[in-house]
């Protein structure tokens, strides 16, 4: 079986959101060498694996005075996590952004597109960091698979994704949102997922996927069967191509058969046309089809601000008086 590395997987089936892969390497080859001294200490004094902790450094500095660069925290690590404000006075929620393996927080393309625009909308966004999925040596992956080891390195992966989600979730609290909604691109869709699936109704209340794919190692239960769980509302946005057997094409219509299996009214699916010659025209396209859908499908009605009681200005005179 001929086994396709992650990126280059990831820019088959995604090219809109990989196609400025190039001068994304060229950016974080830069900001990492300018960087390549600084301590592989994150704030707080916990400590993380240096070549994550130099990249998220290198993010870091490399933000601009509109973005929020925020340091969160589980038991185990610090992470880095980019934060937008609503630009308006009453948020609407918090979204949380998952990007995809071995890429970042702030990707050129999707994630960078809807964590700058969503706050437009009136919702926080806040794109963290996801660590790359664990990969053991080619010598070793026959024995580890035969001795369970490799499931067990993704449970441990799927684990620390879960704590860094709640992490995330519980900053979006702290800044008053109080509607949540997990947002995930490629296989951090997987991982979106996943985490929605278990936490429906308690700590997620939506769900975004954006050209959904599988992580590298196959992974059960299947995207499509989480799908199918789905009591939240799911809105499956991906970009379709002129090739009827791109995998990423195969795969949405595998999800969209799962829903409609189990009648669910609250899964939309969104296709747009892939136009490569015009990249920022589709970044655009995404960023509105996604806030349209979300006004239609997902943005909690919105209540009245509640008045505290106060004396009425007449009272009601006793009986026998005037």
């Not at 809109?16 to 600084?38: D, F, H, K, M, Y």
Request: no cysteine.
């Amino acid at each position: 079986m001929r086994i396709i590395p992650a990126m280059t997987q990831f820019s088959l089936r995604i090219s809109p959101l990989t196609r400025s892969l190039g001068l994304g390497l060229l950016l974080l080859a830069s900001s990492l060498g300018l960087r390549a001294q600084e301590p592989a200490q994150a704030p707080g004094g916990r400590i993380l694996p240096d070549l994550e902790q130099q990249r998220l450094q290198a993010l870091a500095h490399s933000q601009g005075e509109e973005t929020e660069v925020v340091w969160l925290e589980t038991n185990q690590e610090s992470f880095l996590g980019l934060y937008q404000p609503a630009l308006a006075p009453h948020p609407k929620g918090g979204i949380l952004l998952l990007h995809h393996d071995r890429t970042s927080a702030d990707w050129p393309g999707a994630i960078k597109s809807i964590r700058l625009g969503l706050p437009e909308a009136g919702w926080h966004t806040l794109s963290i960091a996801v660590p790359d999925q664990p990969r053991l040596p080619v010598e070793q992956t026959l024995a580890a698979e035969a001795l369970g080891e490799e499931g067990k390195l993704l449970d441990q992966h799927y684990q620390q994704i879960t704590d860094r989600i709640e992490s995330g979730l519980r900053y979006l609290e702290e800044q008053g949102a109080t509607h949540f909604m997990v947002l995930g691109a490629g296989s951090g869709a997987y991982w979106a997922g996943r985490y929605s699936a278990e936490f429906q109704n308690q700590r997620v209340n939506s769900l975004v996927l954006i050209d959904a794919l599988r992580p590298q190692r196959s992974i059960e239960p299947a995207l499509h069967e989480l799908v199918a769980r789905m009591q939240i509302p799911v809105l499956d946005i991906f970009h379709s191509t002129i090739t009827a057997s791109d995998p990423a094409d195969l795969l949405a219509k595998r999800r969209a058969q799962a829903a409609r299996r189990q009648g669910m009214a609250n899964y939309v699916q969104y296709h747009i046309p892939h136009h490569p010659s015009d990249w920022k025209r589709t970044d655009q396209r995404l960023v509105s089809v996604l806030r349209g859908l979300i006004a239609k499908r997902v943005e909690p009605v919105p209540q009245a601000p509640r008045v505290q009681a106060s004396e009425p200005l007449t009272r009601e005179a006793p009986p026998g008086t005037r």
